[in-house]
C-alpha cells in the first residue's frame, strides 16, 4: 500500500493526515459486538444517537482506520469471502468505535451488521464462526433524509463552552477544522477535539447566533462548508441543530487506481 503523509497550513494549526488509500479493497477479518448500543455510543462519541445514522450498521474500527478520531462518521462496504455464507454486496456501516480489543480483526460490527453478511438463512452459521474473512472499502456516505446535524453535548457551559458533535457526515472525507462565528461577524474561531473522539470544543464560544465553517479533505485540497445560522443564541444542551448544508466531496487519494466497481 503506498501512503503518502501531506501537510496542510491553514487556520494557524498544522495538520497531517495520511493518505492510506481507503477506497482500494483491503483484506481482512471482522467479527462481532453483543451490543449495537456500545459500538454506537462508543469512542467517537457520538453517544446513543448514532443508532440512527445508519439503522444500527455500525463498527468499531482498528486504529490505522480510526485515525485518532478523525476516521469517525466515515463509511466503509464490508462483505465477508466465504461466499456459501455470504452476500456479495456486504453491508455498509458508520465508524462509530475504536476496536482495541482485538488486534486481529479491523471492524468490530454491530449484531445486525454482522448478520447481515450473511446470506438469508446463513446467520447462525455465520454466528457460530464469529470472526470471519472479508474485504472491505472506504465508500460515501449518504444521508437522503438529513443534512450535516449539530449536537450540543452535554459538557457544554453557557455562555461559552460550547462541544459539539457533527452528525450525518455525508460524503467521504475527514473533517480537520470545525471554526464558528456569531453570524455575520466574520470572526471564526477555532475549535479542538476532544482527545480521540468526534467532539469539538472550546472555551471562547463567541454570543448570539452562531455559524459554523467547517474543513474537510476534498479533492486534493482542503474544502469549506459554510453555514448560515446553525446554533441560535439561546442553544441547549443536548438538542440537535439542522446545518442546513451537507458534505458531497469525495477526498482523493495518492494511490494508484484501485477497484472502483459497486459490490451488488
Ligand atoms: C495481539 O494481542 C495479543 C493478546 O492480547 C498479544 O499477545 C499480541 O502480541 C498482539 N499482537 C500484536 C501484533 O499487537
Ligand atoms: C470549559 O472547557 C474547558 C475545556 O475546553 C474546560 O477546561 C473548563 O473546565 C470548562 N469550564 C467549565 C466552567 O465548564
Ligand atoms: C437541508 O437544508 C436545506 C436548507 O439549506 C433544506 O432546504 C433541506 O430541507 C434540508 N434537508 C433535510 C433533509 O433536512
Known sequence: MTCTVLYLL???LLLSFACACDRCVHQSKASHSTSSLAIAAGACGYGPIALDFNGRY???ASPALYKNGVGCGGCFQIRCKNSKLCRSRGVKVVLTDLNQKDNQTDFILSPKAFMALGRPGMTPQLKKLGVVDIEFKRIPCEYRKHNLTVR??????KPSNLSISLLYQGGQTEILTVDVAQVGSGNFRFMSRRGISAIWEMSNAPTGNLQLRVAVTG???PAWIS???VLPADWKIGSVYDSGSQITEIAQELCSPCD???WK
Open 152 to 157: 450540543v453535548e452535554e459538557t457544554s457551559k
Open 58 to 60: 455500525v463498527a468499531a
Open 227 to 229: 453555514t448560515d445560522k
Open 260 to 262: 472502483t466497481k459497486q
Open 10 to 12: 491553514f487556520s494557524s
Open 219 to 221: 479533492g486534493f485540497d
